[in-house]
T-cell receptor, first 113, second 109 residues
């Protein structure tokens, strides 16, 4: 089954404790992206990757890191999480810029205390 | 800076009562306008991509249209299962996506 998976689905952590949210897709997509969704603010893009080893900042990259060492995986790293990073996070993938039908993962609900 | 404004924020319809959702946008060089549906607690699900003014696409009870300044998502004879949040997004590069805040649609029996 074609899908985007994220882990963990739910996470409660404390300020400053480094964490990684994993994202994996099995569709051989070149493009992957991370979003956060907050009430009243909608979906905002954090980082995106056009292919292996190629990433770029979205609208809200501060406090986040990404890497794309393999085509299927695109982890989101929070080196020192803060309470304002409490949010619902989505990973997405698509074939590429000329076919931007993005497939979204199920979401990761992160709470930073 | 790209901007996407969706209206109304919320819409309540009776089953069978047709209506339209609006997405107004400003973007420097539109590479695509996208409509997604999002159910509570789930990731957005792709509906349509529109590339140029005058383009229309249909899927079941939904029809999306595009002008140079806005897009409409027309819902014909909606059913309760059409209840969801509908998201509009634009891209000027093919990579970065700028989403609107969405329209929450409730269809009552």
């Amino acid at each position: 089954e074609a899908q985007v998976t994220q882990n963990p689905r739910y996470l409660i952590t404390v300020t400053g404790k480094k964490l990684t949210v994993t994202c994996s897709q099995n569709m051989n997509h070149e493009y992957m992206s991370w979003y956060r969704q907050d009430p009243g603010l909608g979906l905002r893009q954090i980082y995106y990757s056009m292919n292996v080893e190629v990433t770029d900042k979205g609208d809200v990259p501060e406090g986040y890191k990404v890497s794309r060492k393999e085509k299927r995986n695109f982890p989101l790293i929070l080196e020192s999480p803060s309470p304002n990073q409490t949010s619902l996070y989505f990973c997405a993938s698509s074939l590429g810029p000329t076919n931007n039908e993005q497939f979204f993962g199920p979401g990761t609900r992160l709470t930073v205390l | 800076e790209d901007q996407v404004t969706q209206s109304p924020e919320a819409l309540r319809l009776q089953e069978g009562e047709s209506s339209s959702l609006n997405c107004s946008y400003t973007v420097s060089g539109l590479r695509g306008l996208f409509w997604y549906r999002q159910d509570p607690g789930k990731g957005p699900e792709f509906l349509f991509t529109l590339y140029s003014a005058g383009e229309e696409k249909e899927k079941e009870r939904l029809k999306a249209t595009l002008t140079k300044k806005e897009s409409f998502l027309h819902i014909t004879a909606p059913k309760p299962e059409d209840s969801a949040t509908y998201l509009c997004a634009v891209s000027n590069s093919g990579y970065a996506l700028n989403f609107g805040k969405g329209t929450s649609l409730l269809v009552t029996p």
